[in-house]
């Protein structure tokens, strides 16, 4: 410790000790990865399952209650997916405080339009509003 | 580049090339493309939201055959990040940790991604021609 530092130590040590959400970030990147194992896959299927369709069958598919409820499932997990595998490319590779800074805040905001947009198309979809 | 003189690692032009390294490389890389491809996902939901002119123009972009190249590799990071996925999901609770194994499971993530990418487009393809 610096000898001139006249604050007291508690004033470093303040804000340095654990946040307990140290496995926060982790955990939800498994659990959502877990989900996107089941949801993904199913998502491949019905895709494929649409691959020729006209307007009118992916439309009368999509609007199905299971259908829609799952795929409102997988888009949240995979935007929520994205963010969190983003977050940590940037901060393996973004070394400019405020580029990082910058970039994850950009990052979240996309990802949270995105999702709510893609929510709202499902709803629009199946609500037949 | 980083504001500190601290010694960094070496890179990765340094170590001998061994599968691991290129699944864990390539789980870093699929998933920067699919977190890209979810706006194609977004894309999709919203031209079929749109009505049926909207969607006959997201149908004419993916199916063109640029349109088709970037589904073909979306299929495979899919694909890949699906099978690798599943190994880092096994690896998280504690198995698969000896080396032989390791490698064997790498190789799996590969060879896996590789046969549902070539499936699906089997699959595609045969019924009832390009999307």
């Given at each position: 410790m610096?000898?001139k530092?006249?604050r007291?130590?508690?004033?470093?040590?303040?804000?340095?000790?654990?946040?307990?959400?140290?496995v926060?970030?982790?955990w939800?990147?498994?659990v959502?990865a877990?989900a996107?194992?089941?949801?993904g896959l199913?998502?491949?299927?019905t895709?494929?399952r649409?691959a020729h369709?006209?307007?009118?069958?992916a439309?009368a598919v999509v609007?199905?209650?299971?259908n829609a409820v799952l795929l409102?499932?997988?888009?949240?997990?995979?935007?929520?997916?994205?963010?969190?595998?983003?977050?940590?490319v940037?901060?393996?590779y973004?070394?400019?405080?405020?580029k990082?800074?910058?970039l994850?805040?950009?990052?979240k905001?996309?990802?949270?339009?995105?999702?709510l947009?893609s929510v709202?198309a499902?709803?629009?979809?199946?609500?037949g509003? | 580049?980083?504001?500190?003189?601290?010694p960094?690692?070496?890179h990765l032009?340094i170590?001998?090339?061994q599968?691991q390294?290129l699944?864990?490389i390539?789980?870093?890389?699929?998933?920067i493309v699919l977190?890209?491809?979810?706006l194609?996902v977004l894309w999709?939901?919203?031209?079929?939201?749109?009505?049926?002119?909207a969607f006959a123009?997201?149908?004419?972009?993916?199916g063109?055959p640029?349109?088709l190249?970037?589904?073909?590799g979306?299929?495979?990071?899919?694909?890949y990040?699906?099978?690798?996925?599943?190994?880092?999901?096994v690896?998280?609770?504690?198995?698969?940790?000896?080396i032989?194994?390791?490698i064997?499971s790498s190789?799996?993530s590969?060879v896996?991604?590789?046969?549902?990418?070539l499936?699906v487009?089997a699959?595609v393809?045969?019924s009832?021609?390009a999307?």
């Amino acid at each position: 410790m610096n000898a001139k530092d006249l604050r007291h130590p508690i004033k470093r040590a303040r804000g340095l000790g654990s946040a307990q959400s140290g496995v926060g970030h982790w955990w939800i990147q498994r659990v959502t990865a877990t989900a996107l194992v089941a949801l993904g896959l199913w998502f491949l299927v019905t895709v494929l399952r649409l691959a020729h369709a006209d307007y009118t069958t992916a439309h009368a598919v999509v609007a199905r209650p299971w259908n829609a409820v799952l795929l409102i499932a997988f888009v949240i997990a995979m935007f929520w997916h994205a963010v969190l595998g983003l977050q940590v490319v940037i901060e393996d590779y973004v070394h400019t405080r405020w580029k990082e800074v910058s970039l994850l805040v950009l990052v979240k905001f996309l990802a949270v339009l995105g999702a709510l947009a893609s929510v709202l198309a499902v709803l629009r979809i199946a609500l037949g509003a | 580049m980083a504001d500190t003189s601290r010694p960094l690692s070496p890179h990765l032009q340094i170590y001998k090339w061994q599968v691991q390294m290129l699944t864990s490389i390539l789980h870093r890389a699929t998933g920067i493309v699919l977190a890209v491809g979810s706006l194609i996902v977004l894309w999709g939901l919203l031209a079929l939201a749109g009505g049926s002119e909207a969607f006959a123009q997201f149908a004419s972009c993916v199916g063109s055959p640029l349109g088709l190249v970037v589904m073909f590799g979306w299929t495979w990071a899919f694909a890949y990040h699906l099978c690798n996925g599943i190994r880092h999901l096994v690896q998280d609770a504690g198995a698969g940790y000896a080396i032989p194994q390791f490698i064997r499971s790498s190789w799996l993530s590969i060879v896996g991604s590789f046969v549902i990418t070539l499936l699906v487009w089997a699959f595609v393809l045969t019924s009832g021609g390009a999307a």
